[in-house]
C-alpha cells in the first residue's frame, strides 16, 4: 500500500445530522478488521448526540478501505459458504422479506448496496415484484446481475437519477452507515419513494450490549468505512430531517454474525495463538453454539439492547 498524505486523503466534517461544530472525542480508532493503516476518531455532537467519524477518509480515497477481500462481500456468496452457514445465511434472507411481504404483495422494490443481489433475488421469489438494485462495488453489482439476471445500477443512489415518486419499498440492508452524508441520501431515498411506500433498513446500533460489551473492537464501529454509528435516539431524528416516521425498530437479524465477528477483532488482540482464535471462532460458529447463544440474543432482542437495528418507516405526509 502507498504512504498516506494525509491532506488529500483525510477530511474534517461538521455533524451530519445539525451542522454543529461542537464534539467530544468518544474513542480513538484504527482499521481493525482490514488492517489498513490510518488513524481515525470517533466523536459525539454536544448538540444532538450523533456520534460520527471525525477526521475521516475523502470520498476519493474511501476506496482503499474496500479491498477485494472486505468480508461483507465475500461472506455475501453463498456458493463459497459451507452449509451450516449457508442455512442460516438464507433464513436471514427470508426474515428480512417478511416485513415487506406481509405488507404489499408486490411493486417495484429498489435495494441501495444490494451487494450480491441475494436480498433481492429472493424477494423476488416471494410475490409479484419488480427489483433494482444500486452498488457502487463492480464486482458485487457484476455477480448479481450475471448471477441472478438483476437490473443493478453501478454507483450511488443519486446517479441513478431514478424518477420522483417511483418505488414502493426501498431497503438499505448494513448500507446507511456508509455513507458520507446520510442525510442527503435519506432525502433522495425519500423523494424517489411512492407517499404510501415502505422504507426498511437496518443499521449497527450504539445503544446496544455488544457496543457496550466490546467497547472499541465492537463491529459495529467498523472505521474507517462506518462514517457513522447510530443509536435508537438518534435514528428518530435523522428519519424526521428527511420526511420520514418509523412504524416499528426492532431487531429483525444479523445479532449472531454481528457478535462473531466483534469477538474475532476482540480475540485478534488479546489472544496471540492463532491457532486457538481459528478454533474459537470455528466453534463460535458451530451449530451447537448456535443453539446455545441463541437465548442470550432473544434475551438481548427482547430487552431492545440488540445491535443490529431494523428499522420499518413511511413517508411523513402520507395520503391516505
Ligand atoms: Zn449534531
Known amino acids: 500500500m ?3 498524505n494525509s491532506s488529500t486523503l483525510f477530511e474534517t466534517t461538521a455533524c451530519l445530522l445539525c451542522g454543529s461544530q461542537a464534539a467530544d472525542l468518544v474513542y480513538e480508532t484504527r482499521d481493525r478488521l482490514m488492517g489498513l493503516d490510518g488513524e481515525f476518531a470517533l466523536v459525539k455532537c454536544r ?5 460520527y467519524l471525525n477526521p475521516r477518509p475523502t470520498r476519493a480515497s474511501i476506496g482503499r478501505y474496500y479491498p477485494p477481500g472486505y468480508e461483507p462481500f465475500v461472506e455475501a456468496v453463498p456458493d463459497r459458504l459451507p452449509w451450516w452457514q ?3 445465511l438464507q433464513y436471514g434472507l427470508q426474515k428480512r422479506c417478511q416485513p415487506i411481504v406481509t405488507r404489499k404483495p408486490g ?4 435495494d441501495v448496496g444490494c451487494a450480491t443481489g441475494l436480498f433481492l433475488a429472493e424477494l423476488r421469489r416471494r410475490g409479484e415484484w419488480e427489483v433494482a438494485g444500486v452498488e ?3 464486482e458485487a453489482a457484476d455477480y448479481a446481475r450475471k448471477t441472478f439476471g438483476l437490473a443493478v445500477h453501478e454507483g ?4 441513478a437519477r431514478f424518477p420522483a415518486a417511483h418505488f414502493d419499498v426501498i431497503t438499505m440492508w448494513d448500507v446507511l452507515e456508509h ?3 446520510p442525510l442527503a441520501d435519506l432525502r433522495e431515498v425519500r423523494r424517489v419513494i411512492k407517499p404510501d411506500g415502505l422504507f426498511l433498513f437496518r443499521v449497527p446500533v450504539w445503544d446496544s450490549l455488544d457496543a457496550r460489551g466490546f467497547g472499541p473492537y465492537w463491529a459495529g464501529l467498523d472505521s474507517p468505512r462506518h462514517m457513522v454509528v447510530l443509536a435508537r435516539r438518534t435514528v428518530r431524528p435523522l428519519l424526521a430531517a428527511a420526511g420520514f416516521r418509523p412504524l416499528r425498530m426492532w431487531t429483525l437479524s444479523g445479532s449472531h454474525a454481528s457478535f462473531a465477528l466483534s469477538l474475532r477483532l476482540w480475540l485478534e488482540e488479546r489472544l496471540p495463538q492463532r491457532r486457538l482464535r481459528a478454533a474459537i471462532l470455528s466453534g463460535f460458529y458451530h451449530p451447537l453454539t448456535r443453539l446455545l447463544a441463541a437465548p442470550y440474543f432473544w434475551i438481548t432482542d427482547r430487552l431492545g439492547l440488540g445491535s443490529q437495528l431494523t428499522v420499518l418507516a413511511e413517508p411523513l405526509g402520507v395520503e391516505l
Open 136 to 138: 457502487p462495488s463492480p
Open 2 to 4: 502507498t504512504p498516506i
Open 179 to 181: 455513507l458520507h452524508d
Open 107 to 110: 411493486g417495484r422494490a429498489l
Open 86 to 88: 449457508r442455512w442460516p
Open 47 to 51: 448538540n444532538c448526540g450523533l456520534i
Open 156 to 159: 450511488d443512489l443519486a446517479s
